[in-house]
């Protein structure tokens, strides 16, 4: 049986990255393209790199519109997914590819979003332990960001297995198409070209409360966690680089032999041989992620570094893996690992 999909606000970075992995899925039909403002255009006039979709109209963001599918996918702008799913049928799966129903605390997300809160959904990051026996009997997923994505996979086995205490620093940087497709000065290719930035400094970025979420899920008491982002000069990619004090009695043995067993059996996360270090270059185009640890003696802190494509293992590649679990496929259906170089 054929699996129609359709994906609202198919036009972005993110609806685009979905349409790519679904044109590439055996089980997928793409359905209705739809989109606010280029409504009436066709999709090649905005992905001139999906010529199998270039003559597809795009039509209005609607229930209508996104009727009579299997699946919906949303990638729509935060604070937009929710009265659109509350129309939607629940024998239908949604993806929410926005932050709207990823946080379980509305006071965290009244405080970082400045909106009422539209509830909770199962938060699709099979990775997360017992995550992903709930997402094989979910019909509403919310897709997790793309920066938790990188911080979660590559602290989960350390947390996981008590090997660090609750007080986290993370640097992480990402490539421009994390901000979206809208056009920005600041995103300008002669702003960023040949310069690294810092913003969302002094914990207001809004990912921080997700982070801490799922370090919780993963079995952290009461993280903290300190949080710069950096914006860096390439199209796409996350690298996070995670630090914490190590429990008392743990080596960096403990840890290679904790993150090995952890990530033994994960489709889409390597950890590396020892001595080898993540590279953005790696992961491009795949839903891989990369993760390296080391133990600092000086400071008694284990450095935990991972990168994944945001656009991929970051978003949309997500969605697919959620999207083959929840519709009791093989999970890495459609996606691949290998990235693309150079």
């Known amino acids: 049986m054929t699996i129609r999909v359709a994906v609202a606000g198919c036009t972005g970075y993110a609806g685009g990255e979905a349409l790519r992995l679904l044109l590439g899925h055996p089980e997928v039909e793409v359905g209705a393209l739809t989109a606010k403002s280029s409504v009436g255009s066709y999709l090649g006039e905005h992905l001139p790199h999906l010529p199998a979709l270039a003559d597809r109209p795009i039509v209005e963001t609607s229930a209508a519109n996104l009727a009579g599918h299997d699946v919906v996918i949303l990638a729509l702008p935060h604070g937009a997914s929710a009265e659109l799913a509350e129309q939607l049928s629940d024998d239908v799966l949604v993806l929410d590819m926005g932050a709207d129903f990823r946080l379980t605390s509305s006071g965290d997300w009244e405080k970082f979003y400045g909106s009422p809160h539209a509830g909770t959904w199962p938060y699709g990051l099979p990775e997360i332990p017992g995550q992903r026996e709930i997402l094989r009997t979910a019909k509403r997923i919310a897709i997790p960001g793309c920066y938790p994505t990188s911080v979660t996979l590559g602290l989960a086995p350390a947390v996981a297995h008590g090997l660090i205490t609750d007080d986290i620093v993370v640097v992480a940087a990402s490539g421009t198409s994390g901000a979206g497709k809208a056009a920005k000065v600041n995103l300008l290719g002669a702003e960023v070209m040949g310069s690294v930035s810092a913003y969302g400094v002094g914990g207001v970025h809004r990912h921080t409360p997700e982070m801490v979420q799922n370090l919780i899920a993963c079995g952290a008491n009461a993280p903290k966690v300190s949080f710069t982002p950096l914006l860096a000069p390439m199209p796409r990619g996350i690298l ?99 990235g693309v170089a150079p």
Do not use: M
């Open 240 to 338: 996070a680089t995670s630090t914490a004090p190590l429990a008392d009695g743990i080596d960096a043995e403990a840890v290679r032999a904790a993150y090995t067993a952890f990530y033994a059996d994960e489709p889409f996360v390597t950890y590396l041989p020892e001595g080898r270090w993540p590279q953005t270059q790696s992961v491009v185009g795949s839903n891989a992620c990369h993760v390296q640890t080391a133990v600092d003696p000086a400071t008694g802190r284990l450095i935990a570094v991972s990168v994944i494509d945001n656009l991929t293992k970051g978003t949309a590649g997500a969605a697919v893996q959620c999207l083959n679990l929840a519709l009791g496929l093989p999970e890495t259906t459609g996606l691949s690992a290998n």
